[in-house]
C-alpha cells in the first residue's frame, strides 16, 4: 500500500467514525423517547410506546 492510499484509507474510516458517533447519538436521543408500562394482570408482556411531543401548524 502506498502512502497516498494509506491517507485514503485512514481519511475513509474517519469519516465512518464520524457518521458512527452520530448514529450514536441520534439513537440516544430516539431511546429517551421510549417509554414502557409494565403488564397488567391479566396481559403476559407490557407495552412499549414512543413519547412524542410538540405541535404542529395546519395553515
Do not use: K, W
Not at 502506498?2 to 458517533?21: F, H, K, P, Y
Not at 430516539?30 to 417509554?35: K, V
Amino acid at each position: 500500500m502506498t502512502t497516498g492510499q494509506g491517507q485514503v484509507l485512514a481519511d475513509d474510516m474517519n469519516r465512518i467514525a464520524d457518521a458512527l458517533e452520530r448514529i450514536a447519538d441520534s439513537l440516544e436521543a430516539l431511546t429517551e423517547c421510549i417509554g414502557y408500562l409494565p403488564p397488567q394482570m391479566y396481559q403476559i408482556e407490557g407495552i412499549h410506546f414512543i413519547r412524542i411531543g410538540g405541535s404542529v401548524d395546519t395553515e
